[in-house]
């Protein structure tokens, strides 16, 4: 079996991290956050900052497998090495079929928005999202299918320059802005229950991290640098977005920012610098949310590879090829890519169909929920391989699995809290079983051709 090139260092592997964490959820879920938290700018710093609990321990804890195996699949190799061939696939399954391009088809979309926004002069770009949103699809497979290093630089370059903009937000926001609306009084038992749901949209925005496993048979001394980046990484995103969103909330206020909301950041921005800055630094948004999406594809089109060198999809011999130039497999990419292609479409008609509309069906969302029990359960791997004696560190071995327990328990509970949970769940399910029974036709074929 053909192995790819280690192509990417620790500054890469970092900059993966956040800039794929960065991007696009902080910029259109800070509004969700203050909605559902009833405006209250404290719950949201508490609701962010459990939500960071989450990458952090999470990392940590993750990070743990990834010092046992470099093998491609990221997750789905620590599946296996935790629970088998079977959890792993599922992981493997759901990655392929759900999370990865569900997530593209949102970013994207999010992407050709922030575009509009910025060049809102051009009254004939208005009509065209959802054109838009498909072009940029395109062009970042292309990118990542035909030049994957200049991919692994942009999401470098990206990184460096998306969290500009949050930084200029948060700095003028926290040093000038109105800081009554952070108030410890405010913060009740009761006022923390009702704001549970508001877990879901910091999930989101900090959404991504466990990508970069994804690539870790392409990172230089993966052993080392892949925990080091889950490490550094998640630390670093906690005190931007903790930062950036006082800032905006200082700058503007919650009610403006409910009004606004995903042009918050543009009136922000006009607030401090004026029609030309605001331009400028909403420029940065849109480098910021396609470096974010860019991650993603980066991420998701290494799924169905790892499964077919698996030889757990249906022609797996020829998706497990690589291209002899691109050294990555065409077949993979092109999968990834139908599937992103089949929830923009869904989240098309949540957007624009008006039976649809009624449902209130939030793409971004569905993904949300069985990927925290995924990493719940191993989280539970790394106790489970603690105990056998193969971690001696009780920190790395117990405590920051069971805070990252913690943190997942808290997700998953905002999940089916919400107005939509059991629909995700319902949803996410299906897609597990359907893989199940893909699972079950390939290997019985397989036995018969054996």
């Known amino acids: 079996m053909q192995e790819e090139k280690r192509k990417y260092g620790l500054i890469t592997t970092i900059a993966m991290v956040m800039g794929i964490v960065i991007g696009s959820g902080i910029f259109f879920k800070a509004d969700d956050i203050l909605v559902l938290t009833n405006g209250n700018v404290t719950i949201g710093c508490l609701v962010l900052i459990v939500g960071a609990f989450g990458i952090i321990f999470g990392g940590i804890t993750i990070a743990e497998w990834a010092k046992v195996t470099d093998d491609a699949g990221g997750l789905i190799s620590y599946g296996e090495k935790a629970y088998g061939k079977q959890f792993a696939f599922l992981i493997g399954w759901f990655q392929m079929v759900v999370y990865y391009p569900a997530l593209t088809a949102v970013i994207c979309w999010v992407g050709a928005n922030y575009t509009i926004q910025l060049f809102s002069n051009i009254e004939t770009l208005q009509n065209h999202v959802w054109t838009l949103t498909l072009f940029y699809m395109i062009s970042l497979y ?5 030049a994957p290093k ?3 630089y942009l999401q470098t370059s990206a990184t460096v320059i998306k969290i500009i903009p949050l930084l200029v937000i948060a700095f003028f926001g926290v040093l000038f802005g109105d800081t009554t609306n952070f108030d410890l009084q405010s913060v009740t038992g009761a006022g923390i229950v009702s704001s549970s749901s508001a877990i879901v949209a910091a999930a989101f925005s900090y959404d991504g991290w466990s990508i970069a496993p994804s690539i870790c048979h392409e990172i230089k001394n993966a052993k080392r640098n892949l925990p080091l980046a889950l490490t550094i990484a998640p630390i670093l995103i906690l005190c931007i977005y903790l930062l950036y969103f006082l800032g905006i909330s200082f700058l503007l206020g919650p009610d403006m920012i409910l009004e606004l909301k995903d ?3 543009e009136m922000a921005a006009r607030k401090i610098a004026g029609t030309g800055m605001a331009k400028l630094l909403l420029t940065g948004v849109v480098i910021s949310i396609l470096g974010t999406c860019n991650g993603i594809i980066l991420g998701s089109c290494r799924v169905p ?3 077919a060198i698996r030889k757990e999809l249906p022609f797996y011999e020829k998706i497990a090829q690589l291209h002899p130039k691109f050294d990555v497999s065409i077949l993979s990419h092109c999968l990834s890519f139908l599937f992103s292609l089949f929830w923009l ?7 624009e169909h008006s039976i649809i509309k009624i449902w209130d069906l939030d793409v971004s969302g569905i993904p949300i929920v069985i990927m925290y029990i995924f990493y719940f359960i191993l989280y539970i791997g790394v106790i489970r391989y603690a105990k056998k004696g193969n971690i001696k560190s009780k920190f790395f071995g117990y405590v920051c699995p069971v805070l990252a327990c913690l943190s997942a328990s808290v997700v998953i509970y905002g999940g089916m809290n919400s107005s939509n949970g059991i629909m995700y769940l ?3 399910l299906l897609s597990l079983v359907s ?5 079950l036709i390939v290997k019985n074929h397989y036995k018969k051709v054996s």
């Open 142 to 146: 292309i990118i990542n299918t035909c």
């Open 150 to 152: 200049i991919a692994g």
């Open 263 to 265: 042009s918050a950041f």
């Open 305 to 307: 590879h790892a499964l």
């Open 345 to 351: 479409f869904i989240h098309y008609l949540t957007i």
């Open 426 to 428: 319902f949803v996410s």
């Open 435 to 439: 893989g199940y029974v893909i699972l």
